[in-house]
T-cell receptor, first 114, second 114 residues
Framework: EADIYQTPRYLVIGTGKKITLECSQT?????MYWYQQDPGMELHLIHY???????EKGDLSSESTVSRIRTEHFPLTLESARPSHTSQYLC?????????????FGPGTRLTVL | AQSVTQPDIHITVSEGASLELRCNYS??????LFWYVQSPGQGLQLLLK??????LVQGIKGFEAEFKRSQSSFNLRKPSVHWSDAAEYFC????????????FGKGTKLTVNP
């Protein structure tokens, strides 16, 4: 089982606030991901990183930004939260090693913007 | 474009009954296939994966899945369901030769009646 941590687990915040969702992993994985998941829907990739100082946008357009200054840390920031940002955000990291190639997921942050 | 279809949005079974969750994928190359489970308020946990070789794959918690290339399917099965199996199940296909980029289905919610 992988060790991926996300904080906070739940966040209720007002419109216009700046927020940062934290994601950390202790496995030394190079690749990390952020997904957005709405109720009853599939996961959509919004950001990913192949390593320190590497960030890419995913398949779903998002107003959020990410940074990767340290291998273990991949925070996601919303400069000005809006109700349309209400969703669950899942962080994952990838162990690339032949047949153990697997994405491991954190517990998620459920964000509500009022 | 690559896609994953889970035809059943919601399935209800009785405890002790057998279970089959359907997954069909669309992908031009050899697929890497995954089944994840998500309990309420939690992240995704990997149940099993198929990369190559034996088309019947064993996973955790007594689950198995069978890859059928001719049907583009990767159905998940369990011979006897437990109440703790109630959760949402996601099928995913890796589209860059592994789990580097995953495309998810919309999920199947499983309810288990006592």
């Amino acid at each position: 089982e992988a060790d991926i941590y996300q904080t906070p687990r739940y966040l209720v915040i007002g419109t216009g606030k700046k927020i940062t969702l934290e994601c950390s992993q202790t496995m030394g994985h190079d690749k990390m991901y952020w997904y957005q998941q709405d109720p009853g829907m599939e996961l959509h990739l919004i950001h990913y990183s192949y390593g320190v100082n590497s960030t890419e946008k995913g398949d779903l357009s998002s107003e959020s930004t990410v940074s990767r200054i340290r291998t273990e840390h991949f925070p996601l920031t919303l400069e000005s939260a809006r109700p349309s940002h209400t969703s669950q955000y899942l962080c994952a990291s990838n162990e690339l090693a032949g047949r153990t190639d697997t994405q491991y997921f954190g517990p998620g942050t459920r964000l509500t913007v009022l | 474009a690559q896609s994953v279809t889970q035809p059943d949005i919601h399935i209800t079974v009785s405890e002790g009954a057998s279970l089959e969750l359907r997954c069909n994928y669309s992908y031009g190359a050899t697929p890497y296939l995954f089944w994840y489970v998500q309990s309420p308020g939690q992240g995704l946990q990997l149940l099993l994966k198929y990369f190559s070789g034996d088309t019947l794959v064993q996973g955790i918690k007594g689950f198995e899945a069978e890859f059928k290339r001719s049907q583009s399917s990767f159905n998940l099965r369990k011979p006897s369901v437990h109440w703790s199996d109630a959760a949402e199940y996601f099928c995913a296909v890796g589209i860059q030769g592994g789990s580097e980029k995953l495309v998810f289905g919309k999920g199947t919610k499983l309810t288990v009646n006592p």
